[in-house]
């Protein structure tokens, strides 16, 4: 299938209110402008420097979401370069993306990541250290939390569900409090394998690679 027809079919069976990201990383100019041209104006990278290749080839109304771990040297590049960095995921990349923006007096929006799995392997905030980063955004000036991603670990569809169930109900918790810089908006979860769970239990941000431009 093509490129636009993956789109659509996807979109076909999506609530109205979730945000679909297309994982465009490995992929070239060309499978991007095909996704562009279905519609598709939210992308994912998951590093910078590929990000920072492709930006200046595409159009300027496409929102681009840093997906992958973020070094604290390459925050400097992203500084107004994308709509979205889903992967806060400590209080020394919160500190550099704070003085990054406060330099250029700019506003980062971001997600905590949280490692819900407990994978050592994978990035993301543990649950542990996780209320310590939430008080450390409090304090910021030009960062502002608006919700929460997690990779979750790979496993059956019961697996799947109870890692899902986990960030909503973290997700929601938040949400009932009133804090300062940070508001719940959006639940980044979902990938193409299981995206559709993701959605069942409440995700309202997914992001899909394989599924709209084939393997890697
Ligand atoms: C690659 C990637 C995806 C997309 O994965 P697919 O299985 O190809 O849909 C989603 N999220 C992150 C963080 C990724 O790195």
């Not at 979730?18 to 490995?26: N, R």
């Not at 990779?151 to 009133?178: A, H, Q, T, V």
């Amino acid at each position: 299938m093509s490129i636009k027809e993956n789109i659509n079919r996807i979109k076909l069976g999506l609530p109205g209110e979730v945000t679909l990201i297309a994982v465009s990383k490995t992929k070239g100019i060309d499978a991007i402008k095909e996704a562009y041209d279905a519609g598709i104006r939210d992308f994912g990278e998951n590093k910078v420097q590929e990000l920072m290749a492709k930006i200046e080839y595409l159009p300027s109304d496409i929102r681009w979401h840093l997906i992958g771990h973020l070094q604290r040297n390459k925050v400097k590049y992203i500084v107004d370069k994308v709509t979205l960095i889903h992967s806060l995921d400590s209080i020394r990349l919160l500190e550099e993306i704070e003085r990054q923006y406060g330099i250029k007096n700019c506003i980062a929006n971001t997600l905590i990541q949280i490692n819900i799995g407990e994978e050592e392997s994978k990035t993301g905030v543990s649950l542990q250290d996780f209320e310590s980063l939430v008080s450390a955004c409090e304090l910021c000036r030009h960062v502002k939390v608006k919700g929460l991603m997690a990779i979750i670990p790979k496993g059956d569809e019961e697996s799947c569900r109870k890692y899902f169930k986990k960030m909503k109900d973290i997700w929601d918790s938040l949400k009932e409090r009133n804090y300062k810089n940070i508001e719940m908006k959006y639940l980044s979860m979902g990938m193409t394998e299981d995206y559709e769970i993701a959605v069942s239990e409440g995700s309202n941000m997914i992001r899909v690679g394989t599924g709209i431009f084939g393997v890697r």
